[in-house]
């Protein structure tokens, strides 16, 4: 089966991996369950070599690349992939990438998805499309499109009412537990874990690019990450894979270079890495644990083209 895999760099992207899914991250993506990651982590080993984010990424910049590589990167800064994945991982010799929202991880603010997640799982959707009809939402179209299509302070607004209508203080504080700590993930650093910007809060990005909203939101988490490694991310991870390029473009000027992380479900490969200094990942099959090989070989197809 190997021989049926293009030769490059595989980076498999999870979000949580714990045994607990919480109203919170059910309707975001889906956890996998530890079984299930190991099992990933397996099949991977058979097909290729497990390397790190970091030397991953060299021999990409290098071309060395004779065989499948495979490399493990998780969004959003969940607890479960400290406590869960990074153990498994371990057993393999191996570190992982972990993307952080500085406000999910300092309790100041919790992702609007898993807002809407928590709405969802009480039957407050209805009262929540409602309440969006004023700002042009309506059915079919899902409620996650038009806010990201929609985004702005009024759409926010309406999330976040109905969201404190619906979840008493101690609750939300509560919810918070689903995200790791600074310490926690000064852990993860110490390891040997590479943790990227995920930006501040995991705003929808549309055309923020062309004022400079998105380098605040990246700016302040990156400051957050220089306080738990003593240096500024120099990886961008982008949400829901938005235009970057203009807000690298103007971080560049000042010294530093960046290099923008997307989905795309493709291979990174050495020639399309130098043209464009973007890192793809390839989105696992959370909760299949016989479908990662069919994921990754629609990507290597995918990556010949």
Known sequence: MTSDLVRGWYIIYYHDVSWEETP????????????????????????????????????LKRGIIASPLF???????????RKYAAPILTEHGMTGAISVCSRFATRTEMFWRCKLSYLHSIDAGRHLRARLRKYGYSQPELVRDFVIRRFGEDVLSVINTLYDEAV?????EDAFRIFDTPDGLGGLHKSGWLIANHSAAHYPIGDAVLDGTVNDGFEECDRFVRGITGTESSDWVSPFG???????????????????????DRVNMTRAFRRSRLLYRIAAPANDRDGLWQVLLSASHRSRR
């Open 24 to 59: 919170f991250v059910r309707h975001i993506g889906g956890t996998c369950p530890p079984d299930v990651f190991r099992d990933h982590v397996r099949t991977c080993r058979k097909l290729g070599e497990l390397v790190p984010i970091q030397e991953g990424l060299d021999r």
């Open 71 to 81: 490399s493990f990167w998780f969004d959003d800064g969940f607890a479960g992939v």
């Open 168 to 172: 008493n203080p101690s609750g939300q």
């Open 242 to 264: 938005c235009n970057l390029e203009p807000a690298i473009a103007a971080g560049q000027t000042h010294g530093r270079e960046r290099t923008v992380v997307l989905v795309g």
